[in-house]
């Protein structure tokens, strides 16, 4: 607005000029005001331009300040807060590491410890399987001697007790064999007719019962028939039955006929 106003004036004192000399006097006149009132508009223009300048600087030096002085809290703060940051999360992984150390310190001696326990539970199970076995193998080898020493037994009685039986069949044959040999059997199937087959009949209805008399008596009676000292009123029948036996076959025939 203010240069509008300076131009407008000096269009009207430049047409003013146009028109002689007091026109040129009064031109002149104002154009001098115009030039002073333009350099106290200039001046006043620099001298506001100047002061907005200065505002505007110092405006601008403040925003700056501000801004600086904001950018340094705000680096500041960022500072603290990164060094905070830094802080806790040196602190927390520091925490970490030591729970991580401690958990892992843990595992390892529950490990070592598992580990250990395991050890002792092979090495005892492993202890107790020798036991068992050094046991089953002692049993075994014990049963074995006992079974080995009932079969000696077994054998040596059997043996012995097949030697004894053994023995007295040799003993029982010899003492028959002994027996044959001192009394022969005679065939007595003759004097059965009369006196039956074991000499249980009473001969001709006259007899004694024979097998009931003694050897010594029988062998008395063959005698007494044989030399006519013995008997009843047949006793020439029984001579005929035993002439020609001599004292061995009497001897023999009357121990064969007692039992
Ligand atoms: C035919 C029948 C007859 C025959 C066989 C006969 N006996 Fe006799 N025996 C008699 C009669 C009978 C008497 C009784 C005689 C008497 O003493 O009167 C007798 C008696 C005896 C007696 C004595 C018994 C007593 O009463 O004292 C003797 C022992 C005997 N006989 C043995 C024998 C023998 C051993 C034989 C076979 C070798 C035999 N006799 C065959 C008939 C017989």
Redesign the pocket.
């Known amino acids: 607005m203010t240069k509008l106003t300076v131009l407008s004036v000096v269009a009207a004192s430049l047409l003013l000029v146009g028109c002689g000399e007091e026109v040129k006097e009064t031109a002149k006149a104002a154009t001098e005001t115009v030039a002073e009132k333009t350099s106290a508009a200039v001046d006043t223009t620099k001298e506001a331009a100047s002061a907005v300048a200065e505002k505007t600087t110092e405006v601008a030096t403040d925003a700056v300040d501000a801004t600086k002085e904001a950018a340094s809290t705000v680096a500041e703060k960022t500072t603290e807060v990164a060094t905070d940051a830094k802080d806790a999360v040196v602190e927390k992984t520091s925490a970490a590491v030591d729970t991580t150390k401690e958990a892992a310190s843990a595992v390892a001696e529950k490990t070592a410890e598992v580990a250990t326990d395991a050890k002792d539970a092979v090495v005892e199970t492993a202890g107790d399987a020798v036991d068992a076995t050094k046991e089953a193998a002692t049993a075994a080898v014990e049963k074995t001697a006992e079974v080995a020493t009932d079969a000696k037994e077994a054998v040596v009685e059997t043996a012995a007790a097949t030697t004894d039986a053994a023995a007295e069949k040799v003993e029982e044959s010899k003492e028959a064999v002994a027996e044959k040999v001192a009394a022969p059997a005679v065939d007595?199937a003759?004097?059965a007719?009369?006196?039956g087959t074991d000499f249980e009949k009473v001969?001709?209805g006259?007899?004694?019962v024979?097998k009931d008399?003694s050897k010594e008596d029988?062998a008395t009676?063959?005698k007494g028939y044989q030399d006519g000292s013995y008997?009843?009123?047949?006793?020439a029948?029984?001579k005929g039955?035993?002439a020609g036996w001599d004292a061995a076959k009497i001897e023999a025939?009357s121990a064969q006929?007692a039992k």
């Open positions: 007595l003759a004097c007719a009369c006196h001969a001709m006259v007899s004694k024979v008399m029988i009676a063959l008997g009843g009123n047949m006793k029948l029984m039955q035993v025939v006929i």
